[in-house]
């Protein structure tokens, strides 16, 4: 018994060291697939590193055993590190079933390959309408109108080229009636630069796999701000003016106000810098103080700019600085108890200051 003992674990002995070192050879799953998706709009890889890997993903779609489409996407990988890529077909499909593949390689080697079945057209019909995808630099907004009730998993995804910079999911969304999302980007993002929203709807079958449909959208970041039209205030002192900003790329930028006069068609212009950096819904307030306005009838133009000297909103009004009015301003603000000393122009700096510190502290 004993010698049988020891021979059986003598055998045993080879068989654990070969089992270990399979499992815990370099080459040994370093670079798996964990996903792979793909439809006739996008096709998406998730891939799992055990070392550091700077491979390629290789996203292919044939129509039976002729390749359709073929694109290449490069990517690096550290240790214990998982990365997505995602590509956008280019090519439309002319069949109702196709089928994609992911290679990935780390220099030529090929460590991994997987399919994905593709249908297209009344195969893959969702059982809703996208009303409505819009992409923006402050957000994302979606309809949906359903031709039947269900129940809809929501995956919201930021793209910059291949990589997917943000998600959101909203899970188990009940489509009854029409049914809006609206997302707000919770980070800057770089101006001029070109970004891919793509939504992932799932939609909940009972006995079945979730029906999946994805929808693209690109808009390209830039700076934007409204002028709130009932927060501008324009007299005979000069003009106060506040600002919202309306995207996720900063406004850094100023005021512009032209006056014209509409008899002589004089021109005066005045600029001044919006002391805070605008971003999505914050608020500032900007005010000039007239200087050599004469009196009569002005066309008063109001124009938010930013460092590149583009005009993102305007406002336009008419003002009148009456004679009497200006002569009277004149002499109540010499003899004014609670102004003591102080020029006509100078009150008027201090009025417009205090208005837009006011301003400033009520929208902040």
Do not use: C
Not at 19 to 24: C, D, P
Not at 223 to 244: K, M, N, Q
Not at 325 to 341: C, E, F, N, R
């Amino acid at each position: 018994m004993d010698i049988r003992a020891n021979a059986i674990d003598i055998i045993k002995i080879p068989l654990v060291l070969v089992i270990f070192l399979i499992y815990t050879s370099p080459a040994s799953a370093s670079l798996a697939i964990t996903d792979f998706f793909s439809d006739y709009t996008s096709s998406e890889v998730t891939i799992r590193s055990n070392q550091n890997h700077q491979g390629k993903a290789v996203f292919e779609l044939y129509d039976g055993k002729n390749v359709v489409e073929r694109q290449e996407v490069p990517f690096k990988a550290g240790v214990g590190e998982t990365v997505s890529k995602v590509i956008l077909w280019k090519n439309k499909p002319q069949n109702d079933y196709h089928t994609a593949k992911v290679s990935i390689y780390n220099d030529t080697k090929l460590h991994g390959n997987k399919t994905y079945q593709v249908s297209y057209g009344t195969i893959a019909m969702p059982s809703f309408h996208v009303v409505d995808f819009s992409p923006s630099n402050k957000g994302v907004q979606l309809l949906l109108r359903p031709f039947n009730p269900s129940a809809v998993d929501i995956k919201i995804d930021l793209l910059d080229s291949n990589d997917i910079v943000y998600t959101e999911t909203k899970e188990d969304v009940s489509l009854t009636s029409n049914t809006e999302l609206k997302i707000d980007w919770p980070f800057l993002l770089n101006n001029n630069e070109n970004y891919t929203v793509r939504i992932k709807i799932l939609t909940h079958r009972l006995n079945a796999e979730p029906l999946i449909n994805t929808y693209v959208a690109s808009f390209t970041a830039s700076d934007d701000v409204d002028i709130l039209p009932d927060d501008i205030e324009v007299d005979e002192y000069g003009a106060s003016v506040t600002l919202r900003g309306e995207s996720q790329v900063p406004f850094d930028g100023f005021i512009d106000i032209s006056a014209i006069n509409r008899v002589t068609n004089e021109k005066k212009t005045f600029r001044q810098q919006v002391e805070e950096i605008l971003s999505s819904g914050k608020e500032d307030t900007a005010g000039v103080v007239w200087k050599d306005l004469v009196p009569g009838t002005y066309d008063i133009n109001i124009q938010a700019v930013n460092k590149n000297n583009i005009a993102l909103d305007k406002y336009e009004t008419v003002l009148r600085i009456p004679e009497e009015d200006v002569a009277s301003k004149a002499s109540v603000t010499g003899s004014s108890p609670s102004l003591p000393g102080y020029t006509g122009y100078a009150a008027a700096v201090i009025v417009i200051v205090v208005f837009v510190a006011l301003r400033r502290k009520r929208s902040g």
